[in-house]
């Protein structure tokens, strides 16, 4: 139950972004049309052709020199799914639209970018592996390579503060795994299942995205081959894209995975070895390497740049500045909550945001547990003698250093300290709207588990300028939008 809840918690999250609902509505769109029983073309041929990128992919393919048997010079996409075959077409669009989709969602995170090329080589690697095959066997096994990273990307695009707690593990020398689940709760791999289950992936894209394990012969022949081509992919494009290895290890570690993936591959190792190794040497895989090398050469000054908290936050202002006037509301509340705790690194942000009853409610929250605590999180604006009734008639910030100290727990509302009894520290920034009226409240906190540290002017300045930003998005429309969620 916990992880379900989880899951359905970073839907919505994604949600909020608006253009996710699209990707999904697109990949069910492809799925269905590929599962009529009727063989109706109408459903697939309208998704290619909504895309001219896509179109011509399509139409390339069918003229290529594989299929001049039937004819060539194939102009509708109606002929190209007869000759290619409805399965092949499908899961060509499939993974076209979750490439696509990241391409356009890119952030200006470099590890982002950096996460979305490592998984785009490990396609061109299921590519070339595949490519003197059967097309529809080799289609399905690139996306089931693309799937199987699909959890990570998610949470790297989508929960951006998240990512950074998981990294600050990683950092610390946890596993990816395990990081993953102290966070979230839940595994990417799992985050990629249920992502496959939503978008109505057939059954056997979602037992290729699994494990691969030799030794397991409870599984169909197909779905063994359709792991390894994934497995292999994934760890070989891991390689390639390992920072500071040198070639000879780089080689050493690509002819190990090609030795034992050779078998279920049936390919000999050699092959696979230098197969695999003319992708790092080419231009190739599709320019993705190219890349992911310029990249690199810049990750150094973008993550200096990026050391200090002040600048972090000056980012996600940044941000909330570049998104259109008329906005919707959610969306401006999420990239706020979310630059406050990873700039400072904080345990948990929470928005307060003011109905027109006068009452102020935590509309959205992140960090471990914070979903329970959400509903309790509501207070009146009427005057009572405590911090959050300073912060909402102040015009700037307020840091409360010790939340411990038996003259400051007098000052904190029962509420608060019923829902938050671990908080060390904590910010208070009241965000005013055009009318000078405060309209929301943001909040930001250390747990006593983390190091106590201040906050600096300079990040307090910038704290205040993103709550100032955050302001505009709370015309008459957005407030309406707001109340009834």
């Given at each position: 139950m916990l992880k379900?809840?989880?899951l359905d918690r970073l839907w919505t999250r994604m949600s909020e972004r608006g253009d996710f609902p699209m990707l999904s509505q697109s990949l069910r769109t492809t799925m269905a049309a590929m599962n009529n029983d009727d063989l109706d073309f109408t459903g697939l041929v309208q998704v290619v052709l909504s895309d001219f990128a896509l179109?011509?992919?399509?139409?390339?393919?069918?003229?290529?020199?594989?299929?001049?048997?039937?004819?060539?010079?194939?102009?509708?996409?109606?002929r190209a799914l007869m000759v290619l075959g409805m399965d092949a077409v499908g899961h060509l669009v499939v993974g076209l639209k979750i490439v696509d989709h990241f391409h356009h969602s890119a952030p200006r995170r470099i590890d982002a970018k950096l996460e979305l090329n490592r998984t785009l080589l490990s396609g061109c690697v299921a590519r070339k592996l595949t490519e003197r095959g059967d097309l529809r066997a080799g289609e399905e096994a690139v996306v089931c390579t693309l799937m199987r990273?699909?959890?990570?990307?998610?949470?790297?695009f989508y929960l951006d503060a998240e990512w950074d707690q998981i990294r600050r593990h990683i950092d610390g020398g946890a596993l990816e795994t395990d990081a993953c689940v102290l966070v979230l709760g839940v595994t990417f791999?799992?985050?990629?299942t249920e992502a496959a289950v939503r978008w109505r992936l057939p059954d056997m894209i979602r037992s290729g995205m699994g494990e691969f394990d030799p030794q397991d012969v409870t599984?169909?022949?197909?779905?063994?081959?359709?792991?390894?081509?994934?497995?292999?992919?994934?760890?070989?494009?891991?390689?390639?894209?390992?920072?500071?290895?040198?070639?000879?290890?780089?080689?050493?570690?690509?002819?190990?995975?090609?030795?034992?993936?050779?078998?279920?591959?049936?390919?000999?190792?050699?092959?696979?070895?230098?197969?695999?190794?003319?992708?790092a040497r080419e231009e190739?895989?599709?320019?993705?390497?190219?890349?992911?090398?310029?990249?690199?050469?810049?990750?150094?000054?973008?993550?200096?740049?990026?050391?200090?908290?002040?600048?972090?936050?000056?980012?996600?202002?940044?941000d909330l500045r570049d998104l259109p006037a008329g906005s919707p509301l959610a969306p401006a509340l999420a990239m706020a909550a979310e630059t406050v705790l990873a700039g400072l690194g904080f345990a948990r942000t929470v928005v307060f945001v003011k109905h027109s009853n006068g009452t102020?409610?935590?509309?959205l929250g992140l960090g471990p547990m914070i979903d329970a605590a959400l509903p309790k999180l509501t207070f009146n604006a009427a005057f009572e003698p405590d911090v959050f009734h300073l912060a909402i008639a102040n015009s700037v910030g307020i840091f409360i250093e010790n939340a411990r100290d038996p003259k400051m727990v007098a000052r904190l509302p029962e509420w608060f300290r019923r829902s938050f009894d671990d908080t060390r520290a904590f910010v208070l920034l009241p965000v005013v709207d055009e009318t000078d009226q405060t309209v929301a409240l943001l909040y930001g906190d250390w747990?006593?588990?983390?190091?106590?540290?201040?906050?600096?002017?300079?990040?307090?300045?910038?704290?205040?300028?993103?709550?100032q930003e955050l302001g505009r998005f709370f015309g008459q429309g957005q407030m309406r939008e707001m109340e009834t969620m």
């Open positions: 379900a809840a989880v179109t011509q992919k399509v139409l390339r393919l069918a003229n290529s020199a594989m299929y001049m048997a039937f004819g060539g010079n194939i102009t509708t996409v109606s990273q699909i959890g990570k990307l998610l949470v790297v791999d799992e985050i990629g599984q169909p022949r197909q779905v063994q081959w359709l792991r390894a081509i994934t497995n292999y992919s994934t760890a070989v494009a891991d390689v390639l894209t390992q920072q500071n290895m040198p070639d000879w290890e780089r080689e050493a570690r690509i002819a190990e995975l090609a030795q034992s993936y050779s078998g279920a591959l049936n390919t000999d190792p050699d092959v696979l070895q230098q197969m695999s190794i003319a992708l190739g895989g599709d320019g993705v390497m190219r890349e992911i090398v310029e990249l690199r050469a810049n990750a150094d000054a973008i993550a200096r740049e990026a050391l200090t908290p002040e600048a972090r936050i000056a980012v996600g202002v940044k102020f409610k935590a509309r747990s006593h588990t983390q190091e106590a540290r201040r906050i600096s002017q300079k990040e307090m300045s910038v704290l205040n300028e993103l709550a």
